[in-house]
T-cell receptor, first 110, second 109 residues
């Protein structure tokens, strides 16, 4: 299985809601990543987990909370988001340098 | 902060022509990678070139790397309609991946 899956594909939430994005890979990759991508912009790195430990946090606001329950799963918990957080959220995994991306979750914050 | 800068930002060429995109970066790297993204979807890895390599080929793709100038180029030969996408370079240093602004490539029939 060489796929990274993400759920849900689309999410609409209000600013007071709590929701979670999920990412899963079964390639045995050691590292997993969250990126945020706005329209016509490149992906921006948010978090990196290596061997299930948070190794990089790119000064992301605390309303985004990552979690890595095991080596195959990566979650991004969302709380009290702002409309400007609306974006495509991409998950990726890697063993070495090549990253395998999921299809993304399109998030809209109302 | 963004590391890579691609040029051109947008490129339209006729099917069958070659497309060249350039990328410049600012700091030390382990590797430089190129990715393709079709509209609103996940990125697909195309090719990786290590900091000690100067040129690499994969099918219709040719990548060069000049570490003295901190620049790379991606050449797609004999373009096809299916090559229409955004192309990003990405620099890689110790798990920290930084993407350039990207080139939007449009192949005209």
């Amino acid at each position: 299985d060489t796929e990274v899956t993400q759920t849900p594909k689309h999410l609409v939430m209000g600013m007071t809601n709590k929701k979670s994005l999920k990412c899963e890979q079964h390639m045995g990759h050691r590292a997993m990543y969250w990126y945020k991508q706005k329209a016509k912009k490149p992906p921006e790195l948010m978090f990196v987990y290596s061997y299930e430990k948070l190794s990089i946090n790119e000064s992301v606001p605390s309303r985004f909370s990552p979690e890595c329950p095991n080596s195959s799963l990566l979650n991004l918990h969302l709380h009290a988001l702002q409309p400007e957080d609306s974006a495509l959220y991409l998950c990726a995994s890697s063993q070495l340098s090549e990253q395998f991306f999921g299809p993304g979750t399109r998030l809209t914050v109302l | 902060s963004q590391q890579g800068e691609e040029d051109p930002q947008a490129l339209s060429i006729q099917e069958g022509e070659n497309a060249t995109m350039n990328c410049s970066y600012k700091t030390s790297i382990n590797n430089l990678q190129w990715y393709r993204q079709n509209s609103g979807r996940g990125l697909v890895h195309l090719i990786l070139i290590r900091s000690n390599e100067r040129e690499k080929h994969s099918g219709r793709l040719r990548v060069t790397l000049d570490t003295s100038k901190k620049s790379s180029s991606l050449l797609i030969t004999a373009s096809r309609a299916a090559d229409t996408a955004s192309y990003f370079c990405a620099t890689d240093l110790d798990d920290k991946i930084i993407f350039g602004k990207g080139t939007r490539l449009h192949i005209l029939p």
